[in-house]
């Protein structure tokens, strides 16, 4: 099935540091979406956003909807241990079929 | 409401067999979707509900695959003569039909065929 491309695939990182991943489609969408995965867990809703050029927060995190509507950015500001895990996104052009990237694995070095 | 609840959350079979696994979704949420998560790669649309109604199955969800929701509440997804290829982590979500689209997943059902 279709993946939208996430960029990096893996990153460690040294505890403190920030974060930034990418996300791109080929599709022009109307909402992205950020998920945390845990091993074992089901994704875990971060961020919503809902139109382009939007900048939204959620502590230490910050995503913004790309102004093309085909990328989105999530930066993860001075990380912490239980940062670790996998990010995805997802996009629609609808409003229920979501697309998800394939992940980004972040590790963290105390 | 304690969100989205998976069962079981782990099944082994054997090949062959038939398995099914449930999914409760938050009590005022009335779309209900099943993704499946294969090793290292993210969640795939299988199928959505809106209330009892599925409105959409994708491609990936063969004839051997089917799901239900009887009255609009609790799914489920019943695998028949599974096959290796099936292993993976399906996931449930549900969402509201207006507002924030976002999902809330369930912990998923990790099947392993063997």
């Given at each position: 099935g279709q993946q939208l491309n996430q960029s990096p695939q893996s990153m460690f990182i040294q505890e403190g540091e920030d974060v930034s991943m990418n996300c791109t489609s080929s599709s022009i969408f109307n909402t992205w979406l950020w998920y945390k995965q845990d091993p074992g867990e089901g994704p875990v809703l971060l961020i919503a956003l809902y139109k382009a050029g939007e900048l939204t927060s959620n502590g230490r995190l910050t995503a913004q909807f790309g102004i093309t509507r085909k990328d989105s950015f999530l930066n993860i500001s001075a990380?912490?241990?239980?940062?670790v895990g996998i990010y995805f996104c997802a996009g629609t052009s609808g409003t229920y079929k979501y697309i998800f990237g394939t992940g980004t694995r972040l590790k963290v070095l105390a | 409401d304690t969100g989205v609840s998976q069962n079981p959350r782990h099944k082994i079979t054997k090949r062959g067999q038939n398995v099914t696994f449930r999914c409760d979704p938050?009590?005022?949420?009335?779309r209900l979707y099943w993704y499946r998560q294969t090793l290292g790669q993210g969640p795939e649309f299988l199928t959505y509900f809106q209330n009892e109604a599925q409105l959409e199955k994708s491609?990936?969800?063969?004839?051997?695959f089917s799901a239900e929701r009887p009255k609009g509440s609790f799914s489920t997804l019943e695998i028949q003569?599974?096959?290796?290829?099936?292993?993976a982590m399906y996931l449930c979500a549900s969402s509201l039909?207006?507002?924030?689209?976002g999902y809330t997943f369930g912990s998923g059902t990790r099947l392993t065929v063997v």
């Open positions: 990380s912490i241990p239980s940062d | 938050i009590s005022e949420h009335n491609r990936l969800l063969s004839d051997r003569r599974t096959e290796q290829g099936d292993s039909a207006t507002g924030d689209y």
